[in-house]
Protein backbone atom coordinates (compact mmCIF):
# COMPACT_ATOMS: atom_id res chain seq x y z
CA UNK A 1 0.00 0.00 0.00
CA UNK A 2 1.34 3.42 -0.59
CA UNK A 3 1.26 5.95 2.01
CA UNK A 4 2.23 9.47 2.64
CA UNK A 5 3.34 11.60 5.73
CA UNK A 6 4.25 14.97 6.06
CA UNK A 7 5.67 15.38 9.79
CA UNK A 8 4.64 19.05 10.53
CA UNK A 9 1.31 20.60 10.32
CA UNK A 10 2.74 23.92 10.66
CA UNK A 11 5.77 25.43 9.66
CA UNK A 12 6.98 29.03 10.18
CA UNK A 13 9.39 30.70 8.37
CA UNK A 14 10.18 34.78 8.13
CA UNK A 15 10.68 36.13 4.78
CA UNK A 16 13.91 35.88 3.45
CA UNK A 17 15.08 32.82 4.98
CA UNK A 18 15.38 29.29 3.48
CA UNK A 19 12.02 27.07 3.77
CA UNK A 20 12.05 23.41 3.82
CA UNK A 21 8.98 21.38 3.65
CA UNK A 22 8.95 17.67 4.64
CA UNK A 23 7.50 14.35 2.82
CA UNK A 24 8.13 10.95 3.37
CA UNK A 25 6.84 8.17 1.40
CA UNK A 26 6.07 4.44 1.28
CA UNK A 27 5.62 2.56 -1.47
CA UNK A 28 6.34 -1.39 -3.01
CA UNK A 29 7.94 -0.18 -6.16
CA UNK A 30 9.28 2.53 -6.87
CA UNK A 31 7.53 6.06 -6.65
CA UNK A 32 6.64 9.04 -8.90
CA UNK A 33 6.56 12.00 -6.03
CA UNK A 34 4.30 15.36 -6.69
CA UNK A 35 4.15 18.47 -4.74
CA UNK A 36 1.15 20.55 -4.71
CA UNK A 37 -0.26 24.01 -3.11
CA UNK A 38 -3.75 25.10 -2.18
CA UNK A 39 -4.26 28.58 -1.34
CA UNK A 40 -7.77 29.59 0.53
CA UNK A 41 -10.72 28.40 -1.16
CA UNK A 42 -9.13 27.32 -4.30
CA UNK A 43 -8.02 24.09 -5.60
CA UNK A 44 -4.67 22.51 -5.92
CA UNK A 45 -2.06 24.14 -8.04
CA UNK A 46 0.77 21.44 -9.17
CA UNK A 47 4.71 22.72 -8.33
CA UNK A 48 6.37 20.33 -9.48
CA UNK A 49 7.17 16.31 -9.54
CA UNK A 50 9.90 13.85 -9.69
CA UNK A 51 9.60 11.23 -12.47
CA UNK A 52 13.23 9.43 -12.83
CA UNK A 53 16.48 11.13 -13.16
CA UNK A 54 18.47 13.77 -11.38
CA UNK A 55 17.27 14.02 -7.60
CA UNK A 56 16.99 17.58 -7.60
CA UNK A 57 13.46 18.59 -9.10
CA UNK A 58 12.42 22.61 -10.00
CA UNK A 59 9.41 23.80 -10.13
CA UNK A 60 7.14 26.44 -10.50
CA UNK A 61 7.55 29.93 -8.22
CA UNK A 62 11.09 29.14 -7.51
CA UNK A 63 10.31 25.85 -5.60
CA UNK A 64 12.73 22.98 -5.79
CA UNK A 65 12.16 18.63 -4.27
CA UNK A 66 15.07 16.03 -3.54
CA UNK A 67 14.46 13.22 -4.13
CA UNK A 68 16.24 10.95 -2.22
CA UNK A 69 15.53 7.12 -2.36
CA UNK A 70 17.45 5.53 0.85
CA UNK A 71 15.45 7.96 3.02
CA UNK A 72 12.23 7.60 1.34
CA UNK A 73 11.90 11.41 1.32
CA UNK A 74 10.95 14.13 -1.10
CA UNK A 75 11.41 17.80 1.04
CA UNK A 76 10.53 20.53 -0.64
CA UNK A 77 12.51 23.64 -0.60
CA UNK A 78 12.96 27.36 -1.64
CA UNK A 79 16.14 29.07 -1.23
CA UNK A 80 14.41 32.59 0.04
CA UNK A 81 10.63 32.66 1.18
CA UNK A 82 8.53 35.24 0.52
CA UNK A 83 5.04 36.04 2.31
CA UNK A 84 2.78 34.82 -0.37
CA UNK A 85 4.48 31.70 -0.41
CA UNK A 86 1.75 31.08 2.68
CA UNK A 87 -0.18 28.47 1.89
CA UNK A 88 -1.12 24.51 2.67
CA UNK A 89 1.50 22.20 1.10
CA UNK A 90 0.56 18.50 -0.01
CA UNK A 91 2.93 16.04 -1.21
CA UNK A 92 1.69 12.78 -3.12
CA UNK A 93 2.79 9.60 -4.50
CA UNK A 94 2.30 6.73 -6.65
CA UNK A 95 3.65 3.58 -7.47
CA UNK A 96 5.21 3.18 -10.65
CA UNK A 97 4.07 -0.30 -11.29
CA UNK A 98 0.23 0.62 -9.97
CA UNK A 99 -1.38 1.42 -13.52
CA UNK A 100 -4.58 2.64 -12.46
CA UNK A 101 -4.02 3.52 -9.15
CA UNK A 102 -5.20 6.30 -7.35
CA UNK A 103 -2.90 9.10 -6.28
CA UNK A 104 -2.60 9.29 -2.52
CA UNK A 105 -1.96 12.87 -0.68
CA UNK A 106 -0.04 13.61 2.48
CA UNK A 107 -2.19 15.63 5.61
CA UNK A 108 -0.84 18.75 4.58
CA UNK A 109 1.16 21.24 6.12
CA UNK A 110 0.29 24.87 6.18
CA UNK A 111 3.25 26.76 5.46
CA UNK A 112 3.41 30.35 7.08
CA UNK A 113 6.23 33.20 6.04
CA UNK A 114 6.29 35.86 8.73
CA UNK A 115 6.75 39.37 7.31
CA UNK B 1 -5.88 27.31 -22.30
CA UNK B 2 -8.65 27.32 -19.94
CA UNK B 3 -8.14 25.00 -16.92
CA UNK B 4 -10.45 22.39 -14.87
CA UNK B 5 -13.86 24.16 -14.20
CA UNK B 6 -16.27 23.28 -11.25
CA UNK B 7 -19.82 24.28 -10.88
CA UNK B 8 -21.15 25.61 -8.79
CA UNK B 9 -18.66 26.98 -6.30
CA UNK B 10 -20.68 26.93 -3.50
CA UNK B 11 -23.51 24.94 -2.19
CA UNK B 12 -26.42 24.97 0.80
CA UNK B 13 -28.38 22.02 0.79
CA UNK B 14 -29.90 20.32 4.31
CA UNK B 15 -29.99 16.83 5.31
CA UNK B 16 -31.67 14.23 2.88
CA UNK B 17 -31.33 16.34 -0.22
CA UNK B 18 -29.37 15.22 -2.87
CA UNK B 19 -26.83 17.64 -5.17
CA UNK B 20 -24.96 17.10 -8.73
CA UNK B 21 -21.63 18.74 -8.74
CA UNK B 22 -19.94 19.13 -12.38
CA UNK B 23 -16.83 19.22 -13.73
CA UNK B 24 -15.70 20.35 -16.83
CA UNK B 25 -11.85 19.10 -17.57
CA UNK B 26 -8.76 20.88 -19.50
CA UNK B 27 -9.45 20.66 -23.00
CA UNK B 28 -7.58 17.27 -24.39
CA UNK B 29 -7.66 15.66 -21.22
CA UNK B 30 -9.97 12.24 -21.16
CA UNK B 31 -9.47 11.46 -17.36
CA UNK B 32 -11.48 12.83 -14.31
CA UNK B 33 -10.92 12.17 -10.89
CA UNK B 34 -13.05 13.45 -7.78
CA UNK B 35 -11.73 14.02 -4.34
CA UNK B 36 -13.34 14.73 -1.19
CA UNK B 37 -11.37 17.21 1.16
CA UNK B 38 -11.77 17.76 4.85
CA UNK B 39 -10.23 19.33 7.90
CA UNK B 40 -10.44 15.59 9.56
CA UNK B 41 -9.96 13.51 6.98
CA UNK B 42 -7.71 15.77 4.10
CA UNK B 43 -7.89 14.57 0.64
CA UNK B 44 -9.59 11.13 0.09
CA UNK B 45 -10.13 10.06 -3.35
CA UNK B 46 -13.46 9.68 -4.95
CA UNK B 47 -13.39 8.00 -8.24
CA UNK B 48 -11.85 8.29 -11.39
CA UNK B 49 -13.82 8.48 -15.03
CA UNK B 50 -12.12 7.84 -18.56
CA UNK B 51 -14.13 7.04 -21.81
CA UNK B 52 -17.73 6.94 -19.72
CA UNK B 53 -16.33 4.25 -17.93
CA UNK B 54 -15.04 4.22 -13.65
CA UNK B 55 -11.75 3.07 -13.60
CA UNK B 56 -11.64 3.12 -9.75
CA UNK B 57 -12.92 4.09 -6.80
CA UNK B 58 -12.66 4.83 -3.20
CA UNK B 59 -13.80 3.68 0.00
CA UNK B 60 -16.77 5.64 -0.04
CA UNK B 61 -20.44 4.88 0.12
CA UNK B 62 -22.69 4.04 -2.55
CA UNK B 63 -24.74 7.17 -2.20
CA UNK B 64 -21.48 9.22 -3.84
CA UNK B 65 -21.51 8.21 -7.18
CA UNK B 66 -20.44 9.71 -10.71
CA UNK B 67 -20.58 9.69 -14.70
CA UNK B 68 -18.50 11.09 -17.31
CA UNK B 69 -19.59 12.07 -20.69
CA UNK B 70 -18.61 11.78 -24.36
CA UNK B 71 -16.98 14.95 -24.14
CA UNK B 72 -15.33 14.13 -20.82
CA UNK B 73 -17.16 16.64 -18.92
CA UNK B 74 -18.26 14.72 -15.43
CA UNK B 75 -20.77 14.63 -12.85
CA UNK B 76 -20.78 13.52 -9.23
CA UNK B 77 -23.96 12.66 -7.55
CA UNK B 78 -24.20 12.12 -3.69
CA UNK B 79 -27.76 11.11 -2.32
CA UNK B 80 -29.43 11.34 1.08
CA UNK B 81 -27.05 13.75 2.62
CA UNK B 82 -25.96 14.09 5.61
CA UNK B 83 -23.78 16.54 7.95
CA UNK B 84 -21.04 14.57 7.18
CA UNK B 85 -20.66 15.30 3.90
CA UNK B 86 -20.06 19.27 4.04
CA UNK B 87 -16.92 19.39 2.32
CA UNK B 88 -14.75 20.92 -0.28
CA UNK B 89 -15.18 18.50 -3.43
CA UNK B 90 -12.38 18.75 -6.10
CA UNK B 91 -11.85 17.30 -9.87
CA UNK B 92 -8.84 16.57 -11.77
CA UNK B 93 -8.22 15.83 -14.73
CA UNK B 94 -5.27 14.12 -17.04
CA UNK B 95 -4.26 13.71 -20.06
CA UNK B 96 -3.38 9.77 -19.75
CA UNK B 97 -5.71 7.53 -17.33
CA UNK B 98 -3.78 5.30 -15.10
CA UNK B 99 -0.33 6.31 -16.11
CA UNK B 100 1.85 6.80 -12.62
CA UNK B 101 3.72 10.05 -14.18
CA UNK B 102 0.69 11.69 -15.40
CA UNK B 103 -0.02 14.79 -13.56
CA UNK B 104 -3.42 15.66 -12.52
CA UNK B 105 -4.68 19.47 -12.22
CA UNK B 106 -7.35 20.55 -10.42
CA UNK B 107 -9.98 22.72 -10.60
CA UNK B 108 -11.09 25.87 -8.14
CA UNK B 109 -13.63 23.10 -5.96
CA UNK B 110 -17.48 23.01 -4.88
CA UNK B 111 -17.83 24.10 -1.03
CA UNK B 112 -20.85 21.95 -0.18
CA UNK B 113 -22.92 22.73 3.13
CA UNK B 114 -25.08 20.37 4.27
CA UNK B 115 -27.57 21.91 7.08
Known amino acids: AQSVAQPEDQVNVAEGNPLTVKCTYSVSGNPYLFWYVQYPNRGLQFLLK??????LVKGSYGFEAEFNKSQTSFHLKKPSALVSDSALYFCAVRDRSSYGQNFVFGPGTRLSVLP | KAGVTQTPRYLIKTRGQQVTLSCSPI?????VSWYQQTPGQGLQFLFE???????NKGNFPGRFSGRQFSNSRSEMNVSTLELGDSALYLC??????????????FGPGTRLTVL
Open chain 2, 49 to 55: YFSETQR
Open chain 1, 50 to 55: YITGDN
Open chain 2, 92 to 105: ASSLVPGLAEDTQY
Open chain 2, 27 to 31: SGHRS
